[in-house]
């Protein structure tokens, strides 16, 4: 008990780089989908880590694979391969659908972006067309193919020959597209952005114009991967694949794990020493992300994310001063008609809700896929009479 008060008494600023600002909240312990903090007050975890806590905290199966595997073989660098390796990269590659299919492991996605921007030079061609508004990571290279002037301008220059085009928009990609033109990537729905979900047949249409061009298509799924939308990957509505996947977030369970994965006889392919990461790939990381994906698969965990998302745009969508629902599966974004969401978010937090501001007019939502109908139903009577609250004054 001291420890934790000890530790809860020292201070961010002390210590911490201020790059994300002080947290108003120190959590000391998950189970479920519910948090503690150190003063020992409970949370409804209505964001997961952003996307990441697929099986929620403390997962029986996900404790019980990691404890296996480092009590096993902890880490052994990427000079030597290892079975959970293996059988993770064999898994996504099965559920890909392809078997030409192929994994480079590393340990978060701008990491899984950057392997995907460096394997784009291998085509010769050095153009690249990204959307405006898009998140694709913070180091240089990500940040160079993320669409969000605040955070790029401060690091500039960045990259050259990437342009920025307005998502959604077949046109104008089609306009800033040619045989010059090495890759295009995009979020199957925008997340950083506010949970932004492109018009349907997009995707599919990106596909069409990056064949033509013999254009690497690239699709980021970090954080619309692992089920979170109520399939494997963000993009399989659309029932068409792209040369490039690039995964994170939820990929481990919790754990930091990201992978690139190229499709297709075709993609480029690293030689040996084109590419590498001391982590990538570590056994206890895999063994985390293959326990993930056998629960999901076991507990039908995408089929009860679809059913929470109907439920949760019927009943959000009636609330007073909600514009919209948007997302699919549990990636969902709420509209609001002002642009209070920063303020509404604290008062959830203060009611026992986390839940994350993307933007000044967007409440988003990615709980565990774990969450029961309770929790829902929970989540969404606090959200509505935290609404009326805001509302009120
Ligand atoms: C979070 C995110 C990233 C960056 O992932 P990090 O692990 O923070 O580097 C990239 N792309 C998308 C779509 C994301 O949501």
Same mark, same amino acid.
């Given at each position: 008990?001291?420890?934790?008060?000890?530790?809860?008494?020292?201070?961010?600023?002390?210590?911490?780089?201020?790059?994300?600002?002080?947290?108003?909240?120190?959590?000391?312990?998950?189970?479920?989908?519910?948090?503690? &903090?150190?003063?020992?007050?409970?949370?409804?975890?209505?964001?997961?880590?952003?996307?990441?806590?697929?099986?929620?905290?403390?997962?029986?199966?996900?404790?019980?694979?990691?404890?296996?595997?480092?009590?096993?073989?902890?880490?052994?660098?990427?000079?030597?391969?290892?079975?959970?390796?293996?059988?993770?990269?064999?898994?996504?590659?099965?559920?890909?659908?392809?078997?030409?299919?192929?994994?480079?492991?590393?340990?978060?996605? /701008?990491?899984?972006?950057?392997?995907?921007?460096?394997?784009?030079?291998?085509?010769?061609?050095?153009?690249?067309?990204?959307?405006?508004?898009?998140?694709?990571?913070?180091?240089?290279?990500?940040?160079?193919?993320?669409?969000?002037?605040?955070?790029?301008?401060?690091?500039?220059?960045?990259?050259?020959?990437?342009?920025?085009?307005?998502?959604?928009?077949?046109?104008?990609?089609?306009?800033?597209?040619?045989?010059?033109?090495?890759?295009?990537?995009?979020?199957?729905?925008?997340?950083?952005?506010?949970?932004?979900?492109?018009?349907?047949?997009?995707?599919?249409?990106?596909?069409?114009?990056?064949?033509?061009?013999?254009?690497?298509?690239?699709?980021?799924?970090?954080?619309?991967?692992?089920?979170?939308?109520?399939?494997?990957?963000?993009?399989?509505?659309?029932?068409?694949?792209?040369?490039?996947?690039?995964? /994170?977030?939820?990929?481990?369970?919790?754990?930091?794990?990201?992978? %690139?994965?190229?499709?297709?006889?075709?993609?480029?392919?690293?030689?040996?020493?084109?590419?590498?990461?001391?982590?990538?790939?570590?056994?206890?990381?895999?063994?985390?992300?293959?326990?993930?994906?056998?629960?999901?698969?076991?507990?039908?965990?995408?089929?009860?994310?679809?059913?929470?998302?109907?439920?949760?745009?019927?009943?959000?969508?009636?609330?007073?001063?909600?514009?919209?629902?948007?997302?699919?599966?549990?990636?969902?974004?709420?509209?609001?008609?002002?642009?209070?969401?920063?303020?509404?978010?604290?008062?959830? /937090?203060?009611?026992?809700?986390?839940?994350?501001?993307?933007?000044?007019?967007?409440?988003?939502?990615?709980?565990?896929?774990?969450?029961?109908?309770?929790?829902? &139903?929970?989540?969404?009577?606090?959200?509505?009479?935290? %609404?009326?609250?805001?509302?009120?004054?």
């Amino acid at each position: 008990m001291s420890t934790s008060k000890d530790k809860s008494s020292l201070n961010w600023l002390d210590v911490m780089q201020n790059n994300y600002g002080e947290p108003k909240i120190t959590l000391a312990s998950g189970k479920g989908v519910i948090v503690t &903090d150190t003063s020992g007050k409970k949370y409804l975890d209505f964001l997961g880590g952003i996307a990441t806590n697929v099986l929620g905290h403390a997962h029986p199966v996900i404790v019980r694979a990691v404890s296996k595997q480092i009590a096993t073989l902890g880490h052994v660098s990427n000079l030597y391969s290892h079975p959970a390796g293996l059988a993770l990269a064999s898994k996504l590659q099965q559920l890909t659908g392809d078997p030409h299919a192929r994994v480079f492991f590393c340990n978060s996605g /701008a990491e899984a972006n950057e392997a995907a921007l460096k394997l784009s030079r291998k085509t010769g061609r050095s153009k690249i067309v990204a959307t405006s508004g898009a998140f694709h990571g913070r180091t240089m290279g990500a940040l160079s193919l993320t669409g969000q002037p605040s955070k790029r301008n401060p690091f500039k220059p960045l990259l050259k020959d990437i342009k920025h085009v307005t998502f959604g928009d077949i046109t104008a990609m089609r306009k800033a597209v040619d045989k010059k033109t090495a890759m295009v990537i995009v979020e199957p729905i925008m997340g950083e952005a506010g949970v932004i979900v492109p018009p349907f047949g997009y995707l599919k249409q990106l596909r069409e114009m990056c064949n033509q061009y013999g254009v690497l298509l690239v699709f980021d799924c970090v954080q619309t991967g692992m089920g979170r939308t109520g399939t494997w990957f963000g993009y399989e509505d659309e029932k068409i694949r792209p040369d490039v996947i690039t995964l /994170a977030k939820g990929l481990g369970g919790g754990l930091p794990l990201g992978a %690139m994965i190229t499709l297709g006889s075709q993609s480029p392919q690293f030689e040996p020493g084109e590419h590498g990461t001391t982590f990538g790939g570590n056994p206890v990381a895999a063994a985390a992300g293959l326990a993930a994906i056998e629960l999901i698969t076991k507990n039908r965990l995408m089929v009860s994310a679809k059913s929470f998302e109907k439920r949760l745009k019927i009943k959000l969508e009636a609330i007073r001063g909600v514009t919209e629902v948007r997302g699919r599966g549990l990636l969902i974004g709420i509209g609001l008609d002002g642009d209070y969401a920063k303020e509404l978010a604290g008062l959830l /937090a203060n009611c026992g809700v986390l839940v994350n501001a993307p933007n000044a007019d967007t409440i988003r939502i990615a709980p565990a896929l774990i969450v029961s109908k309770v929790q829902i &139903d929970k989540f969404i009577t606090i959200f509505t009479q935290s %609404m009326s609250e805001v509302n009120r004054g």
